[in-house]
């Protein structure tokens, strides 16, 4: 069966400092892949997707970039951490020819 | 991606039927209807989703118009367990992206 793991489950960086999130699916290949931001009460905010390694579409402007090194891994980044980049993000994958998502647990950043 | 329209919040007493509306009036012929919920500090989890009929699982039933501008959701007993948010999004087999609005917070009291 297809798992996806998400990974640190909690992190608080200083402004100014990287940030480097992991996420890897397992037991799938080629997915789609997204990375989510959720402020708080607020609904999912689509950030980034990748539809092959190596190929990645933004759908924000914004301090953070996402890369596909590997099929099914999909790194989310920042070089400087700004305060607004507080929220909890969250990973998710899609079969090529469906469109059911499965997400990952996501990771609160806190960014002080 | 069709845009969807959901009431922020709901209240259900606990073991009756939790209704969720949803209004899709822009979907197009290809774009199914899918439901995930959110429980607090956790990734969606998938719920039902269709195309024009309805649709039943373990989880929920999936009501949608003939005319396929809205649907409801409906949970036959609510359990505490499922307070949550609730998303509806509309998306097409050909899509990529999913996009996710606000959805209702439903709150099951005892």
């Known amino acids: 069966s297809q798992t996806i793991h998400q990974w640190p489950a909690t992190l608080v960086q200083p402004v100014g400092s990287p940030l480097s999130l992991e996420c890897t699916v397992e037991?799938?290949?080629?997915?789609?892949l997204y990375w989510y931001r959720q402020a708080a009460g607020r609904g999912l905010q689509l950030l980034f997707y990748s539809v092959g390694i190596g190929q990645i579409s933004s759908e924000v402007p914004q301090n953070l970039s996402a890369s596909r090194p590997q099929d099914r891994q999909f790194i989310l980044s920042s070089k400087k951490l700004l305060l607004s980049d507080s929220g909890f993000y969250l990973c998710?994958?899609?079969?090529?020819?469906?469109?059911?998502?499965?997400f990952g647990q996501g990771t609160r950043l806190t960014v002080v | 991606d069709a845009k969807t329209t959901q009431p922020p919040s709901m209240d259900c007493a606990e073991g009756r039927a939790a209704n969720l509306p949803c209004n899709h009036s822009t979907i197009s012929g290809n774009e199914y209807v899918y439901w995930y919920r959110q429980i607090h500090s956790q990734g969606p989890q998938y719920i039902i989703h269709?195309?024009?009929n309805n649709e039943t699982n373990e989880m929920a039933s999936l009501i949608i118009t003939e005319d396929r501008k809205s649907s409801t959701l409906i949970l036959p007993h609510a359990t505490l367990r499922d307070t949550a948010v609730y998303y509806c999004?509309?998306?097409?087999?050909?899509?990529?992206?999913?996009?996710f609005g606000a959805g209702t917070r439903l709150f099951v009291k005892a």
């Open positions: 998710a994958w899609t079969p090529g020819a469906t469109t059911e998502a499965f």
């Open positions: 269709g195309l024009k």
């Open positions: 999004i509309v998306r097409g087999t050909g899509g990529f992206k999913t996009i």
């Open positions: 037991g799938t290949s080629n997915p789609n």
